[in-house]
């Protein structure tokens, strides 16, 4: 498979260094860790940082959402790999304002052990952090074991509703409390159609069929629920509805926000067509779309396919979602 790179092994570095310089009024890199990039805007005293972070690869996640009304920082890993607990630390103080630090990140084991170990050395220096996992993947465990589940795209309105919380100077444990209660009402799945490769290796980072596709499927190509013939547009958005509402029954009148998200070679011309079916059948059940979002939001390198990620909203989500923010790669007036 066929990449625009130089040396394999330097890609990450050599991404944050045209990113770093791409946007120098958004985001600066920190000296202490090549990985650690946190605003260049000021931010005010007494206010919560939000530092998000994972695993190179899934650009515009995630330090595409580093900026105003989203992350004040992120700590970057390598491909598909959680960051290392220094270039946490390294944000975490950085970013600290005297109000504490609130880490986001998905349910990954490495991201897991890397962000508990920064938060540990954070409380050494006497910074008050709260970790906040996302677990909206509902192909991934079945709903009494939900706290095993993969954080996917859903991880987007989690990093919106709790940045905007911060920047509206709610505490701490209000921050922490509006991470989890979108975690709590997000959910979502996926389908890949074609795997992505990664740069050291040039392979596909799974098998899948010409005529197939895998439905539930990990952004980095974790095995799903199961291979299908390829199938309709239509038909592919209602069986992964109806995953969803099986795990979150939703009631007629209730509001949500849509994301129909992009892995990364899915053209928006399809990912349109995928919306449209979602908002078809939203609407035959009497739910309401708050908002909605097409595009590449959590990617998963040169991937194609696409997940589907509703959260309900209510009065205060609502609230959040609405936020302005100014970001590299996302801008919401």
């Known amino acids: 498979m066929k990449k625009l790179i130089n040396n394999p092994n330097n890609v990450v570095e050599e991404m944050i260094d045209g990113y770093v310089k791409a946007h120098p009024t958004y985001i600066k890199r920190l000296e202490e860790n090549d990985r650690s990039l946190v605003t260049a805007r000021k931010t005010t005293d007494n206010k919560v940082g939000i530092l998000i972070g994972g695993g190179s690869g899934h650009e515009p996640g995630f330090l595409g959402y580093v900026g105003d009304g989203m992350a004040d920082g992120v700590a970057v890993g390598n491909i598909f790999a959680s960051p290392p607990p220094a270039p946490i630390l390294e944000v975490t103080k950085a970013i600290d304002k005297g109000a504490g630090v609130v880490y986001l990140y998905g349910n990954y084991a490495g991201d897991v052990m890397n962000f508990g170990m920064a938060a540990d050395l954070a409380d050494m220096e006497d910074i008050h952090v709260e970790m906040v996992l996302t677990t909206d993947d509902v192909a991934s465990a079945p709903i009494e074991e939900k706290e095993k589940r993969r954080g996917i795209a859903g991880e987007f309105f989690v990093f919106k509703t709790a940045g905007a919380a911060a920047d509206q100077g709610y505490n701490l444990g209000e921050v922490a409390r509006i991470a989890r209660k979108t975690n709590e009402f997000t959910r979502s799945m996926g389908v890949g159609l074609t795997p992505c490769s990664l740069p050291q290796t040039g392979e596909p980072s799974f098998e899948i069929g010409d005529n197939e596709m895998e439905l539930g499927l990990g952004h980095h190509g974790e095995p799903g629920i199961k291979k299908v013939p390829m199938d309709k547009a239509d038909n592919i958005a ?3 509805l109806k995953h969803i509402f099986a795990d979150m029954p939703l009631n007629k009148d209730d509001e949500v926000a849509v994301l129909v998200n992009g892995l990364g070679s899915t053209p928006r011309l399809e990912l349109y067509i995928m919306y449209r079916r979602v908002e078809q059948v939203l609407k035959e059940k009497g739910i309401h779309i ?33 936020h302005p923010v100014d970001c590299p790669m996302f801008v919401q007036k």
């Open 290 to 322: 708050y908002r909605s979002y097409v595009g590449d939001y959590i990617t998963s390198l040169e991937m194609g396919g696409c997940s589907i990620t509703l959260t309900k909203v209510d009065d205060e989500l609502k609230k959040l979602i609405d």
């Open 238 to 240: 209602d069986e992964l």
